[in-house]
């Protein structure tokens, strides 16, 4: 029995990728993971779905106006780490920031593999991302 159990830690070591999860998983987790964190804006829905040949991520936050930038970078770094761990392989990342009086929501969307490179690789810097990965505008 023990050789059995250590096979196959060894077989889940060599072959074995980190879990992969469905998007009622990943809508669950995404919930908890706004839900549990002090530094998580108000969480309003989530939406998973293809547009233009694109597999969208996309958030609808409420944050206060003055931690709006936190409130960005919190976001997108916890779709990054959602889409981390998807089965789904999701290409893109909306993020649309709504405040409370009667404005237009803001709109920022990111290409997830190049936020990967800042957010779960650490392979560029915060600078680097927004300017090369970050486009923000009105809806």
């Not at 829905?45 to 003055?66: A, K, M, N």
């Not at 997108?76 to 893109?92: E, H, P, V």
């Not at 920022?108 to 593999?113: C, E, F, G, I, K």
Request: aromatic share 12%; charged share 20%; proline share 3%.
């Amino acid at each position: 029995m023990k050789k059995l159990i250590y096979s196959l830690i060894f077989l889940q070591i060599i072959f074995g990728d980190s879990p992969k999860f469905g998007d009622e998983q990943i809508a669950i987790m995404m919930d908890e993971y706004f839900l549990t964190s002090k530094l998580a804006p108000a969480l309003i829905g989530h939406r998973f779905y293809i547009s233009r040949g694109e597999t969208v991520l996309q958030i609808e936050i409420e944050p206060d106006i003055e931690y709006v930038n936190d409130a960005l970078l919190f976001s997108f770094k916890a779709m990054s780490q959602i889409a981390n761990i998807s089965k789904t392989k999701f290409t893109q990342s909306i993020l649309v920031m709504h405040f409370g009086d009667n404005s237009l929501p803001t709109v920022a969307r990111t290409d997830l593999s190049c936020s990967k490179e800042f957010f779960i690789d650490s392979i560029i810097n915060e600078d680097q991302w927004r300017k090369n990965c970050l486009t923000i505008g009105a809806q």
